[in-house]
């Protein structure tokens, strides 16, 4: 298995979670968050549950996580950690969507009244 494709399953693991989903999808728009941010938008999870979806994202070297020690916040709870995108990351996420969009693609290609159908 190459090192795109072992990436690729990597990443597919990874999206089997809406916190997953949620917190690539935040790294992806915000560059970076932290975990209250990402837990704004899944209330119903509880921060400990989100943590160790958080931790499984940086284990797979999807997501980074980084201190800071300094500014206001910091010096009344302590360190912050805010979330990013890794560049394997990144490259992982556009190698899923190209071969997903190709996917697609060859779908239109062989049965457009079924896809189309399926779309509206």
């Known amino acids: 298995m190459s090192d795109r494709q072992a990436n690729l399953e990597t990443l ?33 999870i509880e921060t400990n549950t989100l943590y160790r979806q958080i931790r499984i994202l940086e284990h797979a070297d999807i997501l980074e996580a980084r201190s800071d020690r300094t500014g206001p916040q910091a010096k009344e709870h302590g360190r912050r950690t805010s979330y990013r995108l890794t560049p394997q990351g990144v490259q992982a996420i556009r190698d899923l969507y190209a071969e997903l969009a190709a996917i697609v693609h060859d779908l239109d290609a062989l049965t457009p009244e079924v896809t189309h159908e399926t779309h509206e």
């Open 12 to 44: 597919a693991r990874c999206l089997n979670t809406n916190a997953r989903r949620e917190a690539i999808a935040q790294a992806a728009r915000r560059g970076e968050v932290t975990l209250q941010t990402i837990g704004l938008e899944l209330p119903a």
